[in-house]
């Protein structure tokens, strides 16, 4: 069975930095496409980051350019989020998400297409 469990998630002051952690089950990350996703409230979710199964690509937000990085550990089947230079724009709650389908990539149309396990989130609140 599939599962996605995010944590890592606080407050953290403006220019301050947070790891988050994605856990994965029931899968192996390299196999399929999986993202990371964030919803401020009162706006609508936006794709932060994006690895392509199909291709071996990753897409980064330009929002999070040069601020975020993503990795993962192959043994622990995990995948992290580590974000830096943080702002108050980056306050939301961020998900992983994955599509189960082997080999899968990300939407052109937006990476959350096709995205069908999504873990409950977990929350950023950046402020002073």
């Known amino acids: 069975q599939v599962q996605l469990v995010e944590s890592g998630g606080g407050l953290v002051q403006p220019g301050g930095s947070l790891r988050l952690s994605c856990a994965a089950s029931?899968?192996?990350?390299?196999?399929?496409?999986i993202g990371w996703f964030r919803q401020a409230p009162g706006k609508e979710r936006e794709g932060v980051f994006c690895f392509s199964a199909s291709d071996g690509r990753v897409y980064y937000a330009d929002s999070v350019k040069g601020r975020f990085t993503v990795s993962r550990d192959n043994a622990k089947n995990t995948l992290y989020l580590q974000m830096k230079n943080l702002e108050p724009e980056d306050t939301a709650v961020y998900y992983c998400a994955t599509n189960s389908h082997y080999g899968s990539g990300c939407s052109r149309i937006g990476w959350h297409y096709g995205m069908d396990y999504w873990g409950k989130g977990t929350l950023v609140t950046v402020s002073s």
């Open positions: 029931g899968f192996t990350l390299d196999y399929y496409a």
